[in-house]
């Protein structure tokens, strides 16, 4: 019964000096990350220290941690011959780390190419990230169907992460994680129940920060002629990134417990004291271990009574 993490990021060496060998955005300048979109961010070293993560990690009580590609960078939108060096290094480095730590793999969705993510998720790396951005509209669904083709033949999941912020800096550092991350996250839901459902339907996905709580929109959404408010769909989960008990019990009274997993989006936030949100030990249990087995392997916890 192992307790999972299913969204942090954790910068390799491989993947820093490959930032730092860039002289356009996205890149490093020593350990300022320079964006489109976003205003220069000093990244403290120690939260992409691997030996002091894990040791993190233990104190949580983690078995298993899945870090991604950080996907407002924007490395994926990157022209091919740009993105693969990056996407390399994140692989290269991604795939090294040890226990308790496993990843998630990344493809460039500019330039769509099966072939080299097939290559990728064959080191082993449990499923594909693919920016919110990316799969706001059936147009996104369409370029991208080659790599969730992918994924259902390989019954591996998807998670869906904010992309980058569009334009240039403005305004306080945190408008990018309130507004454009989080409206990404509401188009891909909705996205993924108009155009990515019916097209792959036995893709299971995982949205990171409860979907930037589109899920809430049940009520307008049948008011608005979308149907019934929204069916539980057992192949789509939600990440508690960033969120506590108020957002978390909403979304579990909308989707059901069995729709919710943890994610904490560390280093950029920290794991809930209470694993639960406050809603008691089965739904702590349901976020950490049975949730996540769903969505990572398609099968329920094992059935060990007699």
Partial sequence: MTSVDVHQHLWTPALVAALRARREPPFLDGWTLYLHGEPPYEIPPADHDIARRAELAAADGLGRVLVSLSAPIGVEWLPAAEARPLLDAYHEGSAALPEPFHAWAAACVRDIDAIATAKDLDRGFAGLQLPANALADAAGYARCAPLLDLLEER????????????????????????????????????????????????????FALLAGLAPLHGERFAARGGGSEIDVDPGVFVDTSSYGPRAVDAMARALGTGAV??????????????????????????????NPRRLLTGRNEPNTSK
């Fill in 261 to 290: 997993v943890q994610g904490s989006d560390r280093p950029y936030a920290e794991p809930p004291l209470h694993p639960g949100f406050g809603l008691g030990g089965a739904a702590a249990y349901a976020f950490r271990i049975a």
């Fill in 155 to 206: 019954d591996l999941p998807l998670f869906v992460h904010p992309g980058p912020a569009p334009g240039e800096p403005e305004g306080p550092g945190w408008w990018p994680a309130m507004v454009p991350y989080v409206q990404q996250m509401h188009a891909a839901w909705f996205a993924f129940r108009a155009f990515g459902r019916p097209r792959h339907p036995q893709l299971r996905v995982c």
